[in-house]
Each structure stands twice: as C-alpha cells, then as structure tokens.
C-alpha cells in the first residue's frame, strides 16, 4: 500500500509541477520570449573629462574616528579636477 500512496503523490506533484514554476522559467517558449519587456536605461556621464589645462585641487584634514582601542586621528582627503 506504501508504493501505491507514494506513486499516487508523484504523480500529482508532477502533474501540479508546471504551475509552481515562476514566470521567468516559463519563458523557453518563442511566445513567451515575445511578451518579455526589457526596461531600457540610458546612462549619462556625470561629468566630461577634465580638459588639457585641468588643474587637481585636493583638501585634506584629519578627522576623529572611534576605534575599540579608543580615539583616533585619521587623515582623509578629497580631490577634484578644475
């Protein structure tokens, strides 16, 4: 009786099976592969190229950082081209 009740469960699990799989995977059929959208980004430089006479301005400055062995000064920069 085991095997009957076991092979009567496969065969429901692989009969429901197509309706558990998502949507992506579903996708193999050419139809489907039709109806998938695909978002379009446009990226845009945030800057052009610093030019030929470009000139690199750096700040620099030590900051207080809290470590576990206690406080720390630490140094840190931040640089631009102009």
């Not at 695909?38 to 620099?60: D, K, L, M, Q, S």
């Amino acid at each position: 009786m085991t095997r009957t009740l076991l092979l009567a469960l496969a065969v429901l699990v692989a009969a429901a099976a197509p309706s558990w799989a998502p949507s992506w995977a579903a996708a193999d059929n050419s139809s489907d592969a039709a109806t998938v959208h695909r978002a379009r980004i446009t990226v845009y430089p945030r800057r052009a190229e610093p030019g030929p006479n470009a000139v690199r301005h750096c700040e620099a400055w030590l900051q207080r950082e809290n470590r576990p062995s206690g406080p720390v000064l630490t140094p840190q920069m931040r640089c631009e081209w102009r």
